[in-house]
């Protein structure tokens, strides 16, 4: 395999077969690739945290977290769209009044 002057030797393997051909990292790129570890570091923590914030608020509601995550996850999409099922609601609502 050959090389050109923005990669290093490629990687290999025990028994001598390439695996990858990275370039040297730049003190620019491995900042930014420290960044990106602690950014997924405290993603990893924040993540931890909302399960234990789930399972403390589906507990008080007497629910499971799966249903817990269920209605929010329903009431994200509803916000995404705009709230559309609550103008179908008050429509629904307004139709009963009509025919009750």
């Known amino acids: 395999m050959t090389t050109d002057q923005n990669y290093d030797s490629p990687a290999e393997t025990s028994n001598g077969t390439d695996v990858a051909t990275f370039r040297t990292l730049s003190e620019h790129d491995r900042q930014a690739i420290g960044a990106i570890i602690q950014n997924k570091d405290r993603l990893k923590l924040a993540q931890s945290q909302l399960r234990e914030d789930v399972k403390v608020v589906a507990d008080r509601l007497g629910m499971k977290p799966a249903e817990l995550n269920r209605i929010i996850r329903l009431a994200m999409k509803e916000q995404e769209k705009g709230n559309a099922l609550v ?13 009750g």
Do not use: M, V, Y
């Open 87 to 99: 103008l179908e609601k008050a429509l629904i609502d307004l139709a009963e009044q009509l025919l």
